[in-house]
């Protein structure tokens, strides 16, 4: 039961420390709009997506007028876009991707994801398809989101999509350079992707999910770094607890308005992710939650220990709040979307080998990362690679969204606006990984993965 002190406090981490619904994502599948034909299974496609989230806006609306608590995003993730492509031999998927971002902007969404291909043991035509037309699709739509999952614990690592994902990335900035190289943003590429996420870009509706239902992702950097300020002279398990409790409060909030929504709409109620997903508003950082345990900037040494602390904390609360945690649900560390991580590239202490070391113990991955426009695409990919190790060996969620800035240099700026900020064009190796990245074929999967 919530009593007064606890009312007061959650409308005081409102008001005061950005506390925040970061996204309510309808998931849809669209097994059942296959077609042989392709324009008559985006006739399928954008009514069934139009009908079911006809009313996601205007629920969102209500909930945030009904609680007072603010709704950031309102945004739909669909099947796997590449499973519908394969049913259509003849057609183009950009006519898909099109009819996408018709649907959200029908709907009102903010963004649409799942303009997805899994391939981390391989590729059907249907896969390549679609990953080929991922720089277009990407150029002539603003709502649309892409992902690739190209490893698994289970399977290992698609090395031959890697070098792809490496190419298609070089050539979306390229074909958005007009646009800030905002494809890029736009598309992730994913080792253990999880069905239920729902974040973007890297959101999909998986095979495992219901016809419909509801997710809800919750945010809160600077809730946390506001509670963890209290208590300057804490001892750093005092301070794990102190995060615990405030993650199981943030998501107490997602999961009371998560059966709302789901009650609203008439969909089953999916998952809280319990991410904290920051902003480059003023006092919304992870990076600072980060400075605020007795890091001098984020980046220097102790910067990783910090980052696992925080990311168990945030889990351990969160799952005593709700039996429906899943997607993501930790600390995401994107560049251009937080203010005490731009700061700290900038100054040169936080660096893409760092980050790599972060991404380890944190959520996700390398996220939102500029990168001067002449980087190779084998370079791109080795990164990748990287990632996908890490994520293959942990057995853990890793990504990458990396935006080579076409035309700037390191130590420029990028800026995106909105959400996305903006972003230091951050120094990469100049020694080359072609070699390693042209071999093709397959990283296997390790011995952990034999598990039954």
């Known amino acids: 039961m919530l009593n007064t002190y606890d009312i007061l406090e959650t409308i005081r981490m409102i008001q005061d420390e950005c506390l925040d619904i970061r996204t309510i994502t309808m998931g849809i599948s669209l097994l059942d709009c296959c077609d042989s034909d392709m324009q008559a299974m985006c006739d399928k496609v954008y009514e069934k997506i139009t009908r079911k989230a006809e009313k996601l806006v205007a629920t969102g609306e209500q909930i945030e007028s009904e609680y007072g608590i ?52 391989g590729f059907s035509e249907g896969d390549l398809r679609l990953i080929e037309s991922m720089p277009e699709a990407l150029a002539v739509t603003n709502r649309l989101c892409a992902s690739v999952n190209v490893g698994s614990s289970k399977a290992g690592i698609n090395m031959d999509a890697v070098k792809i994902m490496g190419e298609i990335i070089v050539e979306a900035a390229k074909k958005t350079a007009d646009q800030q190289c905002f494809g890029p943003a736009k598309l992730v590429v994913l080792c253990n992707a999880p069905e239920d996420n729902p974040f973007m870009a890297g959101a999909f509706h998986g095979v495992g999910e219901p016809d419909c239902e509801v997710h809800v992702g919750v945010s809160g950097p600077g809730v946390v770094r506001a509670a963890i300020a209290k208590y300057p002279d804490a001892s750093l398990d005092q301070i794990a607890d102190v995060i615990k409790r405030t993650a199981f409060k943030i998501t107490r909030m997602g999961q009371l308005v998560g059966n709302r929504a789901s009650q609203m709409l008439g969909v089953p109620f999916g998952i809280v ?14 990076a600072h939650i980060l400075e605020g345990m007795g890091l001098s900037i984020c980046g220097m040494h102790g910067t990783t220990a910090a980052l696992a602390m925080l990311n168990d904390a945030v889990k351990k609360g969160g799952v005593m709040a709700s039996s429906t945690v899943g997607g993501l649900s930790g600390a995401f ?75 700037k240099k390191e130590g420029e700026m990028l800026d995106f606006g909105g959400l996305f900020g903006s972003g230091p064009v951050m120094p990469v190796k100049q020694e080359s990984a072609a070699q390693f990245i042209a071999r093709g074929g397959r990283i296997p999967a390790p011995m952990h993965s034999i598990k039954n």
């Open 70 to 121: 603010p709704i950031i995003n309102k945004r739909i993730s669909i099947t796997p876009a590449a499973m519908l492509v394969a049913a259509a031999k003849d057609g183009n998927p950009v006519l898909l991707a099109k009819t996408l971002q018709r649907a959200a902007e029908t709907t009102g969404v903010n963004f649409i994801g799942g303009y997805s291909a899994l391939v981390h043991k």
């Open 333 to 407: 560390i994107p560049v251009s979307e937080d203010a005490g991580m731009i700061a700290a590239a900038e100054s040169g202490v936080l660096t893409l080998e760092k980050l790599e070391a972060m991404t380890a113990v944190c959520s996700v991955g390398l996220d939102m990362i500029v990168v001067p426009g002449d980087t190779p695409a084998s370079t791109l990919s080795a990164i990748i690679a990287d990632e996908a190790a890490i994520g293959m060996v942990n057995n853990k969620t890793t990504a990458v969204r990396v935006i080579p800035a076409i035309g």
């Open 273 to 286: 992710d319990l991410s904290l997903a920051p902003t480059p508003a003023v006092g919304d950082s992870v």
